[in-house]
C-alpha cells in the first residue's frame, strides 16, 4: 500500500518500544517527561524524502499534512495521485484513488496510542540533536516496527523530522510548515466507490 513505510514510521511507532522488549533491546527507559511526542501537537504540513535501502533504487517523496482539530492525517505519496486519510477519532484509514474514484478503509494501526497529549511509553534513550530542515529536533533511540534499531528526530512539539537505521537516513524532512491546515483537505470524497482490502 503507497505510503506505508512512513505512516509506518510517524505513527507506529507508538509500539516500538514494546517491540524493542521482545526483542531484548532495551535503551534506557524514559521516565515522565523523558520520552518524546510522536503525535504533533499543532496542525503542519511536512514534506519528506524517503530513501530507499539499496542505493540503486530511486528516492521517493511524501508530503503529510495533521489536523489537530480533526485528530486527522492526510500522506500523499509523490509518484501516485492515490492518498491516505487516517481518522485517529474513528479509527479508519482511507485509501484514496481519485482517478478511479475509488476507496478502501481498513483499521488504523496504532490508533488506539495516538495522543497528543501524551509521551511515548516504554524505553527510549535520548541520543542527542540534530537540526533538519532548518528546524532542532532530539534524537531517540528506539526499535522499529521491524523490531530493528533506529534513531529517529522528534521537534519537541511532536513533529517527525528525520529517521535513520544501520547508520542510514531512510526519511528525511524537507520542508516544514506549522500552518492552519484547511479541514477540508482532510475529508473523505463523496460518491467514492468501495472497494475492500485484499486479506492474504
Same mark, same amino acid.
Given at each position: 500500500?503507497?505510503? &506505508?513505510?512512513?505512516?509506518a514510521?510517524? =505513527?507506529?511507532?507508538?509500539?516500538?518500544?514494546?517491540?524493542? %522488549?521482545?526483542?531484548?533491546? @532495551?535503551?534506557?527507559?524514559a521516565?515522565?517527561?523523558?520520552?518524546?511526542?510522536?503525535?504533533?501537537?499543532?496542525?503542519?504540513?511536512? !514534506?519528506? !524524502? $524517503?530513501?530507499?535501502?539499496?542505493?540503486?533504487?530511486?528516492?521517493?517523496?511524501?508530503?503529510?499534512?495533521?489536523?489537530?482539530? @480533526?485528530?486527522?492525517?492526510? &500522506?500523499?505519496? *509523490?509518484n /501516485?495521485? /492515490? #492518498?491516505?486519510?487516517? %481518522? #485517529?477519532?474513528?479509527?479508519?484509514?482511507? =485509501? &484514496?484513488?481519485?482517478?478511479?474514484?475509488? @476507496?478502501?478503509? $481498513?483499521?488504523?494501526?496504532?490508533?488506539?496510542?495516538?495522543?497528543?497529549?501524551?509521551?511515548?511509553?516504554?524505553?527510549?534513550?535520548?541520543?542527542?540533536?540534530? /537540526?533538519?530542515?532548518?528546524?532542532?529536533?532530539?534524537?531517540?533511540?528506539?526499535?522499529?516496527?521491524?523490531?530493528?534499531?533506529?534513531? $529517529?528526530? #522528534?521537534?519537541?512539539?511532536?513533529?517527525?523530522?528525520?529517521? =535513520?537505521? %544501520?547508520?542510514?537516513?531512510?526519511?528525511?524532512?524537507?520542508s &516544514?510548515?506549522? $500552518?492552519?491546515?484547511?479541514?477540508a =483537505?482532510? %475529508?473523505?470524497?463523496? *460518491?467514492? @466507490?468501495?472497494?475492500?482490502?485484499?486479506?492474504?
Amino acid at each position: 500500500m503507497m505510503g &506505508i513505510l512512513l505512516l509506518a514510521s510517524a =505513527v507506529m511507532v507508538h509500539g516500538a518500544a514494546r517491540a524493542a %522488549d521482545a526483542a531484548g533491546e @532495551k535503551p534506557a527507559a524514559a521516565s515522565a517527561g523523558e520520552a518524546p511526542f510522536v503525535t504533533p501537537q499543532h496542525d503542519v504540513d511536512v !514534506t519528506y !524524502t $524517503i530513501y530507499p535501502p539499496h542505493d540503486a533504487q530511486a528516492t521517493m517523496t511524501q508530503r503529510m499534512r495533521w489536523s489537530e482539530a @480533526k485528530m486527522t492525517q492526510r &500522506i500523499d505519496p *509523490g509518484n /501516485t495521485g /492515490t #492518498y491516505m486519510i487516517t %481518522d #485517529y477519532r474513528d479509527r479508519t484509514l482511507t =485509501v &484514496i484513488d481519485p482517478d478511479r474514484r475509488m @476507496k478502501t478503509v $481498513i483499521p488504523a494501526p496504532g490508533a488506539a496510542s495516538v495522543d497528543p497529549s501524551r509521551r511515548a511509553e516504554g524505553s527510549w534513550l535520548r541520543t542527542g540533536s540534530a /537540526t533538519v530542515a532548518g528546524h532542532a529536533c532530539t534524537l531517540w533511540q528506539t526499535s522499529d516496527t521491524d523490531q530493528r534499531p533506529s534513531e $529517529i528526530c #522528534y521537534t519537541d512539539d511532536g513533529v517527525m523530522l528525520e529517521v =535513520v537505521r %544501520d547508520g542510514k537516513v531512510m526519511v528525511e524532512a524537507t520542508s &516544514i510548515a506549522t $500552518i492552519p491546515q484547511d479541514s477540508a =483537505v482532510f %475529508d473523505v470524497p463523496s *460518491g467514492l @466507490k468501495e472497494v475492500h482490502a485484499a486479506h492474504p
